[in-house]
């Protein structure tokens, strides 16, 4: 059974829907701070969560060169719901 983590983003009018993170599914590190530019739109899978207790970091696979990198839960979204807000602009 894979590991997961259910997580809710964002504060105030800036704010996603629940997602459920799981280890091996593919996700993009889109934050909702404009600001925060470091690996915005890349793809990535999830290795791991960096802790057991309220995990607030995991460790990525880049699928644009392999590396691995740490990324906020809070900034990962799944491929098919930035599809459809990509659609919506």
């Not at 105030?12 to 599914?25: A, P, S």
């Not at 600001?35 to 969560?49: M, N, P, S, T, Y």
Request: net charge positive.
């Amino acid at each position: 059974m894979k590991e997961s983590h259910t997580i809710q983003s964002g504060s105030g009018r800036k704010r996603r829907e629940t997602v459920t993170l799981t280890i091996g599914e593919t996700y993009r590190v889109e934050p909702l701070n404009p600001q925060k530019k470091k690996h915005r739109g890349r793809v990535c899978a999830i290795l791991e969560f960096d802790d057991d207790f309220m995990p607030g970091f995991a460790s990525v696979r880049f699928h644009d060169n392999n590396r691995v990198g740490k990324v906020d839960l809070s900034d990962l979204v799944p491929i098919d719901s930035v599809v459809a807000v990509e659609d919506r602009r």
